[in-house]
Nanobody
């Protein structure tokens, strides 16, 4: 089973910044067949929700609550997607999961990385 490899996350005070990185292994297929890469998050007791995604050609999408604070970028040559999180709030605390959607093979997920924002 293909699993994305995440790094980053941790503990930060409110107003601080953190960055997340995620790599798609070669077993995930050709990078241009991975139509969308991005991040979801799941807070305790809540469902997993979309945070931000970016298509192969650089079109990004964000949930309203993170717009102007988070920035998603993607490096197709390195098969990676990044999430820069600024002005973090306590409500951003969650496990963040890297996500990728292949055009024919379905969805891939990372193992999750904890982001904790103390108020």
């Amino acid at each position: 089973q293909v699993q994305l490899v995440e790094s980053g996350g941790g503990l930060v005070q409110a107003g601080g910044s953190l960055s997340l990185s995620c790599a798609a292994p070669v077993t995930a297929g050709r990078i241009f067949s991975i139509k969308t890469m991005g991040w979801h998050r799941q807070a305790p007791g809540k469902q997993r929700d979309l945070v931000a995604t970016m298509t192969t050609y650089g079109v990004s999408n964000y949930i309203d609550s993170v717009k102007a604070r988070f920035t998603i970028t993607r490096d197709n040559a390195k098969r990676m997607v990044f999430l820069q999180m600024n002005s973090l709030k306590a409500e951003d605390t969650a496990v963040y999961y890297c996500y990728a959607k292949h055009t024919s093979a379905g969805e891939y997920w990372g193992q999750g990385t904890q982001v904790t924002v103390s108020s």
